[in-house]
């Protein structure tokens, strides 16, 4: 019995640790998939069509 609860409180306390990290990860890594993107001209992904600008002056 005591293993188990200690391998539970070893679960819970990398549960509190990485927690709050994950959404912080994943959003990081959205941002480098779509500047990557950006970068290569995909076509279909913002800011990713070579020549066409968003200027709304002109």
Known sequence: MN???DY??????LALLLGPVTPGYLRERRID???RDAGR???GHPGG????SLDLAA
């Open 49 to 52: 069509r070579p020549g066409r």
């Open 3 to 5: 293993t188990l609860l």
């Open 8 to 13: 539970s409180v070893v679960a819970l306390v």
């Open 41 to 43: 001209g995909r076509p």
């Open 33 to 35: 998939r779509e500047l």
